[in-house]
């Protein structure tokens, strides 16, 4: 991943992390055409390699670059990390509640990103 994908995260991750909104695809950012490649996910920790390979068996997750903190002893690494119930993106996704949206995103816009390619 680039510094650009992180950068951007960031952005989006901090936006969602202020306002507590509850879709990413409600940020604003994504009206810029050059974020085409990220609008299947709408994540940038994902970034083209996932959206260039999802129709085919490669598409696994494998170089994602935030450390999720989660046990893949199970199938979950086909679906992605952060798509494990105990990912704080999970949280986030399922929490109605806004201070608890707020506090995974900011927790999501901080996550240590490593070179997993």
Known sequence: ?????QEQHYKLW????ETGIEYKADWPGWKDEKYFYYHGT?????GKDLFLTLSSN????????IDWKVDLKSDFE?????????????KW?????KA???KYAALIRDAEWKDRD
Do not use: V
Request: proline fraction near 2%; hydrophobic fraction near 30%.
């Open 78 to 90: 086909y679906i992605g990390m952060c798509g494990h119930h105990d990912s704080i993106y999970m």
């Open 42 to 46: 709408h994540c940038f920790a994902c």
């Open 1 to 5: 991943m680039s510094k650009y994908e």
């Open 58 to 65: 490669q598409a696994k997750c494998r170089t994602c670059p």
């Open 93 to 97: 996704m399922e929490t109605k509640i």
């Open 14 to 17: 901090d936006w969602l992390a």
């Open 100 to 102: 608890d949206r707020q």
